[in-house]
């Protein structure tokens, strides 16, 4: 089917939904997306599911920015209203429930989801309304060159970015015969590829490359594979299950005390040692990763900790920042809450501007009518045509011997390099 049709077909089943969610009992029309002045903005994050660690730095973090964003005066000159919201749940369905729940509502924006399938899964009902999408997580390379008619954008930065770091920190650390297992979806065939890639241009051997269902609820047979590859580091491409994969491959002598053992971001969590061993959080002391970065921004971190005493997880928490900031900035930009007029400003407001690091700041300089280059709180944007960042600021972190989760350094990766 031609991209036109399809958009057009989606579109009509999208607006079928939406005006059964919003008529139903009501006798009210379906919401629509005519400009009213006023920004709305939804989300679709991990409420539950296998990525519910995620939520909270995301849902608090799109929280707090509408705070400041209301606290400079809002957009357009009013505030944006509470955000509504929508759990992915770790689940296609369930995703895809929730952006319809969302729309029907009449936002102008969805921040969401967290993992790429889930985004993958409703995509085109959100982006086919004529609705900005942005994504603080989205990492999979699919969204590069996917055909969204320029609604979708992320603040994360494409695993084709962050493949190039880990592989770095592996031949750094001295490992030359490397095996590489990955969730088989689209966030874990990206990231392996461009990690196998970046490894074997570095000169390293691929020992194996394997990717597994992450549905499965035995993984034997993952971690055998990897024994019988002989290599003397190990590379997890994972979320939840990989604390099944992590406790196997401890067990079969290939923990980070006798090998070299990675992770990337689906794994950076401060519960994963207890998670794998919890009568010896140890185990994991040596284990190293990557991410986008999540704790480098020092001021943000601390004014995010006081509007949120209790959050302990700040992964993807400043790029689902950066999102909400953008789409803010692009909205006084173009003047309108109209996605379809601000959506043509979001990457706009990233680059080829004068350089401003704040809603408020931005704000100004765009009431002077100055061009900006909005630097977030994840780093500089500087968004490609694409709507994702052209430099992306990873993160490495490894375990302590107390099971204690640290970053070690950040790195920029991209920008032509």
């Known amino acids: ?22 008529t139903a009992g009501t006798g009210s029309a379906a919401p629509s997306k005519d400009e009213d002045g006023v920004l709305k903005l939804g989300y679709v994050l991990p409420e539950t599911g296998q990525l519910s660690f995620l939520g909270p730095p995301m849902i608090e973090s799109t ?66 309304s004529g609705v900005v999408q942005c994504s603080g997580s989205n990492t999979a390379p699919t969204f590069t060159d996917y055909d969204d008619d320029g609604y979708y954008f992320r603040t994360a930065p494409s695993d084709a970015l962050q ?32 990690t196998q890639d970046a490894l074997k241009d570095g000169g390293a051997e691929i020992a194996l490359a394997e990717t597994y269902d992450p549905k499965a609820t035995n993984f034997d ?14 590379v997890v491409i994972s979320f939840e299950e990989g604390t099944q994969i992590l406790q196997g491959l401890i067990e079969a002598g290939l923990g980070p005390s ?56 700040l992964q993807f ?14 909205a006084e930009k173009a003047k309108s809450d109209d996605p379809g007029n601000f959506a043509k400003e979001m990457v706009n407001v990233t680059r080829d501007g004068e350089k401003c ?24 944007l500087d968004f490609t045509d694409a709507g994702e960042p052209g430099i992306a600021t990873i993160e490495v972190y490894s375990y302590t011997p107390q099971g204690t989760l640290q970053t070690l350094r950040t790195e920029e990766s991209g920008g032509g390099a």
């Open 63 to 128: 929280n707090f920015a509408i705070k400041t964003i209301n606290d400079a005066g809002g957009v357009l000159g009013k505030p944006i209203p509470a955000v509504v919201s929508g759990d992915e749940a770790g689940q296609e369905a369930v995703a895809t429930q929730s952006a319809d729940r969302v729309l029907a509502a009449g936002v102008d924006a969805v921040i969401g989801a967290a993992a790429s399938g889930m985004s993958l899964s409703f995509i085109d009902r959100v982006t086919g």
């Open 1 to 22: 089917m031609r991209a036109s049709a399809r958009r057009s077909a989606i579109f009509t089943g999208a607006a079928a939904l939406l005006l059964t969610a919003a």
């Open 357 to 380: 690091d704040s809603f408020a700041a931005c704000k100004e300089l765009l009431a002077d009518g100055k061009d900006i280059d909005y630097d977030g709180v994840s780093g500089p």
């Open 317 to 330: 928490a400043p790029q689902t920042f950066d999102c909400v900031t953008t789409i803010a900035l692009a």
């Open 221 to 234: 047979q993952v971690v055998q594979k990897v024994k019988n590859s002989s290599p003397d580091a190990v």
């Open 258 to 313: 006798e090998k070299g053992l990675y992770g990337t971001d689906g794994l950076r969590s401060e519960e994963l040692p207890k998670l794998v061993s919890p009568s010896d959080p140890g185990a994991l002391a040596g284990m190293k990763g990557t991410a986008p970065a999540s704790a480098a921004n020092e001021q943000y971190v601390k004014d995010l900790k006081a509007f949120a005493p209790d959050l302990k997880v």
């Open 163 to 194: 493949g190039p770091v880990l592989a770095e920190v592996i031949q750094g650390d001295g490992h030359e015969r490397v095996a590489l297992v990955a969730r088989a979806d689209d966030y874990g065939r990206g990231l392996l590829k461009s």
